[in-house]
């Protein structure tokens, strides 16, 4: 062996703050697979190998041969070397280093830059602030930490699922998360726009992977209209009430439009600074005020004085209330109470009948209040679909703003990531 070897190798075996592993690979005779021959052991080599390690400095010692084949079509001797699993330089990161750098970066918590510094700091690494990334196209999370993790999602599943997909230019993803939870239950890349039949597909592994949900919450997409029912006989299904009171808020703002259009200028009485076209430019600027539940000391005084001088703005606002009041309900049947008084009331089916006609269709299809049959303690987190499309936005602003993950191999990978950390307790 050579000296300057055995002076290094010396050094790290005597040195109390390094770790070293010793890995033997020499045979006296061996097959290799990209030849597809035996070869005999010529000479024994060593290569030496620093690792990443989470608490100390760690080289690996591979023990290697070459090896000598006789080739017949050069017909001549040929030498071959041991390749080593996992190591393509002097260095090797091994998963779980690799992983818990990548963690941070993966849910939000730091840049890519400060995890690349943390990771110099903690973990003994090397890198520059692209090598997280490149490190996320590398390593493979092994089957059985994705079998433990499976066990664990499967044990603590509340029963309540949320549906919702995104879009990467023509590409559709599926995330099918337990909202209860926070966790991911099932995702999928479709080959261009997804359909009926590809959900219904999707929620048909959830049940051959064990889960058995008892409500299901998403929004008024058509990919969902019978799918979920098909699939599932007895289940809840409840429409996102964060998508339905942004859907139906257009009629009362197609309600403020007509009365801006109506105004007649020279009966409009005193009170407010403009008139003409500028009160008009004036009542457009301001008209989300009427359709916000919440408004601010300054924006109440603002809008008190236009209902005092137009009466109709004032019946719009408190039907607009009356509205949003039905989804404050404490129970079903204060919600159905409320729900039928509003529906029943003659402004609004003059007003607003494309919202009567809309919420009929949900409550019909008992879509509305499906939420409240269940515990009090989780009805906004089962009443709408934002928690799977948190899930969504982190996926879309780490595959949007890294190029190396706008493959579909590196996008899986991705998922595979929000897979792990999402659902590991």
Request: overall charge positive.
């Amino acid at each position: 062996m050579n000296k300057n070897i055995n002076n290094i190798i010396n050094n790290i075996i005597n040195d109390n703050n390094i770790v070293v592993i010793e890995k033997d690979y020499i045979s006296k005779t061996k097959y290799f697979q990209e030849i597809n021959a035996e070869a005999v052991l010529h000479k024994k080599k060593i290569r030496i190998v620093q690792n990443a390690n989470l608490e100390k400095k760690q080289y690996t010692i591979y023990h290697i041969g070459q090896y000598k084949y006789f080739d017949s079509e050069k017909n001549r001797y040929r030498y071959i070397t041991d390749k080593i699993e996992g190591v393509t330089g002097k260095r090797h990161y091994d998963d779980e280093t690799i992983i818990r750098a990548v963690k941070p970066v993966l849910e939000n918590k730091m840049t890519i830059s400060d995890a690349s510094n943390y990771a110099k700091e903690n973990y003994h690494l090397r890198s520059v602030p692209s090598t997280i990334w490149n490190w996320a196209g590398i390593i493979e999370i092994t089957k059985e930490s994705k079998k433990e993790i499976e066990n664990e999602t499967k044990s603590r599943f509340s029963g309540h699922i949320g549906i919702d997909e995104v879009y990467d230019n023509e590409d559709g993803i599926i995330f099918i998360t337990d909202l209860v939870n926070n966790t991911i239950i099932s995702s999928k890349i479709c080959e261009g726009k997804p359909d009926n039949k590809i959900i219904e597909e999707e929620l048909k592994n959830i049940i051959n992977n064990g889960f058995t949900p008892v409500s299901c919450t998403k929004d008024g997409s058509p990919l969902y209209i019978n799918t979920i029912t098909k699939v599932f006989i007895d289940i809840s299904i409840q429409t996102c009430i964060f998508h339905l009171i942004k859907n139906l808020i257009k009629y009362f703002m197609d309600w403020h439009r007509r009365i801006r259009s109506e105004l007649k200028i020279k009966s409009l009485p005193r009170g407010l600074k403009c008139s003409g076209n500028k009160l008009k430019q004036f009542l457009f600027k301001k008209r989300t005020l009427f359709v916000k539940r919440n408004l601010k000391e300054k924006e109440e005084i603002e809008i008190n004085k236009i209902m005092e001088a137009l009466p109709e703005f004032k019946r719009l606002r408190n039907k607009y209330l009356k509205f949003l009041s039905i989804f404050d309900s404490q129970n079903i049947d204060e919600a159905e109470k409320k729900y039928w008084l509003f529906i029943s009331d003659p402004i609004v089916n003059e007003k607003l009948p494309n919202l009567v006609k809309q919420l009929k269709k949900h409550f019909d299809n008992k879509e509305l209040f499906s939420y409240m049959l269940f515990d009090k303690s989780i009805w906004t987190k089962i009443r709408t679909t934002n928690q799977t499309e948190r899930t969504n936005r982190k996926f879309r602003k780490k595959q949007k703003t890294h190029y190396r993950i706008r493959s579909k191999i590196r996008r899986e990978k991705l998922i595979d990531f929000m897979y792990y950390f999402h659902n590991h307790t």
